[in-house]
């Protein structure tokens, strides 16, 4: 886990010009019995210094365990679209 905090905390540090947001638009929650599961379209907006900005999306879902009193998250994975005729993702379509 500290790994990956690690990388992320480089990528976002690279460019501190440039700002990165993240939204779950209709984001879904099921918890039972000590599991929950969240799954919805991951909406990821870069902000580029001089005003250009980048929208990538992509579907995520993210597996939360109850430990010692909170939550936990045990699996995550994302998907993004292919492009049939290529074989390319595409994370320039928008929903």
Known sequence: MEAVREVCERGLNASPDTVVG???PG???LARDGLAVAWGLDHVRVEHPGGRSTDTW???TRVF???DGGWVMVHKH???PLDPATGAART???P
Do not use: A, N, T, Y
Request: net charge positive.
């Open 58 to 60: 992509s579907r995520g």
């Open 22 to 24: 993240l939204d779950v």
């Open 92 to 94: 320039d379509l928008h």
């Open 78 to 80: 994302l998907s993004v």
């Open 65 to 67: 365990e109850r430990r």
């Open 27 to 29: 984001l879904k929650i």
